[in-house]
């Protein structure tokens, strides 16, 4: 089974502009959740997606966003990028729904974001 | 959300076993509690996950105290490929996992 593919690996993006990260979710896998890791920050939940609605967000300004598609591929975008978005995004799929241990998330190697 | 303590470096020797430990004393009694691991340049990746009982995978083995309110990764022979950031995350009943700083392991050959 393919794991978790993100598109681009890395990517350059001057203050300013806006950029949209692609994910794609192990075949089956309907909830997508988006990291953020800086040095400084670590690792922070942005938000998660299941079935197309957003039903989790993270302390993220607006200028974050995302969406789900039908075939569970989820985007994010950041608007207005700052040169403090510069970070390594994450993506992670996981089987369904909720229960309540939770279910084990599968990640993908993650986008380099270089704001510049 | 629930908090975890874990030290920020440990050293083992390879094949040596480790145990990495986790203080989560303001544990609910519905909290599992997941660990994952971070190797260099990839993503995070399960490790495993338990309630109250001890639980045992191929990866690793997972030690919960009688009270919960700490618990202990075990690696039973360490490896090179097993130096990665640990992490111990508490979860109920969702899919967002709240990152600590985590436990940077060394392995020394």
């Known amino acids: 089974k393919a794991g978790v593919t993100q598109t681009p690996r890395y990517l350059i993006k001057t203050r300013g502009q806006q950029v949209t990260l692609s994910c794609s979710p192990i075949?089956?896998?309907?909830?997508v959740s988006w990291y953020q890791q800086t040095p400084g920050q670590g690792l922070q939940f942005l938000f998660e997606y299941f079935s197309e609605t957003q039903r989790n967000k993270g302390n993220f300004p607006g200028r974050f966003s995302g969406r789900q598609f039908s075939n569970s591929r989820s985007e994010m975008n950041v608007s207005t990028l700052e040169l403090g978005d510069s970070a390594l995004y994450l993506c992670?799929?996981?089987?369904?729904?909720?229960?309540?241990?939770?279910?084990?998330?599968?990640f993908g190697p993650g986008t380099r974001l270089t704001v510049t | 959300d629930a908090k975890t303590t874990q030290p920020n470096s440990m050293e083992s020797n390879e094949e040596e076993p480790v145990h990495l430990p986790c203080n989560h004393s303001?544990?609910?009694?519905?909290?599992?509690i997941h660990w994952y691991r971070q190797l260099p340049s990839q993503g995070p990746e399960y490790v495993i996950h338990g309630l109250t009982s001890n639980v045992n995978n191929r990866m690793a083995s997972l030690a919960i105290a009688e009270d919960r309110k700490s618990s202990t990764l075990i690696l039973h022979r360490a490896t090179l490929r097993d130096a990665a950031v640990y992490y111990c995350?508490?979860?109920?009943?969702?899919?967002?996992?709240?990152f600590g700083t985590g436990t940077r392991l060394t392995v020394i050959p």
């Open positions: 303001t544990i609910s009694g519905t909290d599992y």
């Open positions: 075949s089956g896998h309907r909830s």
């Open positions: 992670a799929s996981s089987l369904a729904g909720r229960r309540a241990s939770g279910y084990e998330q599968y």
């Open positions: 995350i508490l979860i109920y009943g969702a899919n967002n996992l709240f």
